[in-house]
């Protein structure tokens, strides 16, 4: 039996939680105009904001939808600010009880974890293991059955309030993703077969706006039962997962084939799928793509897509600097950042390349 939080709405809307919530989502972005707005009376509206949360006549505002185009095309919806200062605040209060139950080697989006010691933990496991089975959810965020996500999140939180506040923002991301989304059925979904649940589970509402922090958060409790049946149904020792990309390691090629077979049947519980052409067992010798590297026991270089994203933004940048449009300190930052994410792998001749061109001559000629 699951243990259940109760009476957790005092805390949800403590001005405490919501201050603290504020400076969280405002971090970074206090020269948005919004934000700044937000700065000039922050007492005043926060004290609104819980009024409005103790009554129940919160409702959150649109969203603010915009492409993205890097390797491939995104669509990332922002919500207004003081919803994301909601959104920061209920995170506040619910993920502490998640946090003592996910696994070591879930490492999106958690505190003292990220793409670093994910990397490391991958190549950590390539050394001990001869192959490897990578797995990606397809259309992950888009495919988030609200339905099944809100039962996820009762098991543990018996709070109404707070489980209506989930279900409020759950709802709002219905439909933003709803292109991005192929339709799939299941053992089960067939009309023909007469139990009418097919059609029925098809239209239910899903997806997850793509840049919300409790899309994040969730997105990590949503795929917590595929890692505990990892762990604990298949006992796979060398597992880990980033977001929606997994990696399982074992000594020999029968064994990995098997759990893919068994992973496939438990993600289809959860109305997912993973790219089925990306699902292969390959030597751990060989390299495998994991968090924009590719991975072998001795050497981590970056992949192609990551280094000609990063020349394309780069040149941006080197042209707004030549029109004076940007300072040698935001040029230098952009650099400076780049090198700080590819330090840790083989990109010493990357790294000189793009430092010999930092400030080419003729910039330089111009200032």
Not at 178 to 188: I, R, S
Not at 238 to 259: I, M, S
Not at 315 to 320: D, F, N, T
Request: hydrophobic residues 40%.
């Amino acid at each position: 039996m699951p243990i259940t939080y109760r009476n957790l709405w005092p805390q949800m809307i403590s001005f405490e939680n919501l201050w603290l919530a504020y400076l969280s989502a405002r971090r970074g972005k206090r020269t948005r105009p919004a934000v700044s707005a937000y700065d000039l009376d922050a007492d005043t509206r926060l004290l609104r904001l819980q009024e409005r949360l103790e009554a129940g006549t919160y409702a959150a505002g649109a969203y603010r939808t915009f492409v993205v185009r890097e390797w491939k095309r995104r669509i990332i919806s922002a919500a207004p600010f003081e919803d994301r200062i909601v959104h920061h605040a209920l995170c506040r209060v619910i993920e502490p009880i998640w946090e003592s139950r996910f696994i070591h080697d879930s490492y999106a989006c958690r505190v003292g974890k990220g793409t670093l010691a994910a990397l490391n933990r991958a190549q950590h496991f390539a050394r001990g293991n001869r192959y490897v089975l990578s797995l990606d959810v397809r259309e992950f965020f888009p495919s988030v059955d609200h339905q099944i996500l809100e039962t996820t999140l009762a098991r543990h939180i018996a709070d109404r309030r707070v489980l209506d506040l989930c279900r409020t923002i759950i709802a709002g991301g219905r439909d933003l993703l709803a292109e991005a989304y192929t339709p799939v059925l299941f053992p089960g979904d067939d009309p023909s077969t007469g139990s009418g649940q097919g059609l029925f589970a098809l239209t239910r509402p899903r997806g997850l706006p793509i840049g919300n922090l409790t899309s994040q958060f969730w997105a990590n409790a949503f795929l917590h039962p595929i890692d505990m049946f990892i762990k604990q149904d298949l006992h796979c020792r060398a597992y880990l997962r980033y977001a929606d990309d997994l990696l399982l390691f074992a000594d020999d090629k029968g064994t990995l084939h098997a759990w893919r077979d068994a992973v496939r049947e438990r993600m289809a519980a959860l109305r997912l799928t993973f790219h089925e052409h990306r699902a292969q067992v390959s030597p751990v010798a060989a390299g495998f793509p994991f968090v924009g590297w590719t991975i072998t026991p001795e050497k981590r270089r970056l992949r192609r897509r990551n280094v000609v994203a990063f020349w394309r933004r780069y040149r941006q940048r080197l042209a707004a600097y030549a029109a004076r449009e940007i300072d040698l300190d935001r040029l230098g930052a952009t650099v400076h950042g780049w090198v700080g994410q590819t330090k840790h792998g083989s990109t010493t001749g990357l790294r000189r390349a793009v430092l010999r061109t930092l400030i080419p001559r003729r910039i330089a000629d111009s200032r």
